[in-house]
């Protein structure tokens, strides 16, 4: 089956610590995208990816990091500089207007 | 910037209830617009949407959802309410570059 997969679903980091997420998608589409998201804000956008070897940052990109070396991962690293890292974190795809989501990444710092 | 607003946080219905769902979006130009609905601790999964046409769009799960391009409005409904559509509800609007603006949500409590 195709779709978007996320790993770990539970993560724990001290604080001060890098952490990466996984995100890896067999749909071949171009175009990937990290959400936050928070009780009562609904998500928002971390970083964005239309093609390989290219990514833009959203709304909230800072303290994250991401790249894009092949169409199907587009790992994200929550960095030590993000403030306020305890979330859970959707992956996205879409493609002709069409979404496709990860079943998330609860990341909780310590 | 797009901006979707969702007034209400929270809405409790007695099962078999109708329920009406609030979203009210910011966009110049003919709007992409998206409901999504997420089970606690799980992604999202597409409801229905709208991109032009008749403006009452039917969706998966009995839902239905009207967009009213006069109030800016593209509000969620369903006739009958059952225990499991318990869930929290996003409004969503495509902008330019398929990026999707969401709003902060609605949690829905259903009662027997």
């Known amino acids: 089956d195709g779709g978007i997969t996320q790993s770990p679903k539970y993560l724990f980091r001290k604080e001060g610590q890098n952490v990466t997420l996984s995100c890896e998608q067999n749909?071949?589409?171009?175009?990937m995208y990290w959400y936050r998201q928070d009780p009562g804000q609904g998500l928002r956008l971390i970083y964005y990816?239309?093609?390989?070897?290219?990514?833009q940052k959203g709304d909230i990109a800072e303290g994250y990091s991401v790249s894009r070396e092949k169409k199907e991962s587009f790992p994200l690293t929550v960095t030590s500089a993000q403030k306020n890292p305890t979330a859970f974190y959707l992956c996205?795809?879409?493609?002709?207007?069409?979404?496709?989501f990860g079943q998330g990444t609860r990341l909780t710092v310590v | 910037a797009q901006s979707v607003t969702q007034p209400d946080i929270h809405i409790t219905v007695s099962e078999g209830a109708s329920l009406e769902l609030r979203c009210n979006y910011s966009?110049?130009?003919?709007?992409?617009l998206f409901w999504y609905v997420q089970s606690p601790g799980q992604g999202l999964q597409l409801l229905l949407k709208?991109?032009?046409?008749?403006?009452l769009v039917q969706g998966i799960k009995g839902f239905e959802a009207e967009f009213k391009r006069s109030q800016s409005s593209f509000n969620l409904r369903k006739p009958s309410v059952h225990w499991s559509d318990a869930a929290e509800y996003f409004c969503?609007?495509?902008?330019?570059?398929?990026?999707?603006?969401f709003g902060a949500g609605t949690i829905l409590r259903v009662k027997s």
């Open positions: 990816s239309q093609i390989v070897n290219d990514f």
């Open positions: 966009y110049g130009a003919t709007p992409y």
């Open positions: 969503a609007v495509m902008e330019y570059g398929n990026k999707l603006v």
């Open positions: 709208y991109f032009s046409g008749d403006t």
């Open positions: 996205a795809s879409i493609k002709n207007t069409e979404a496709f």
């Open positions: 749909l071949n589409h171009d175009a």
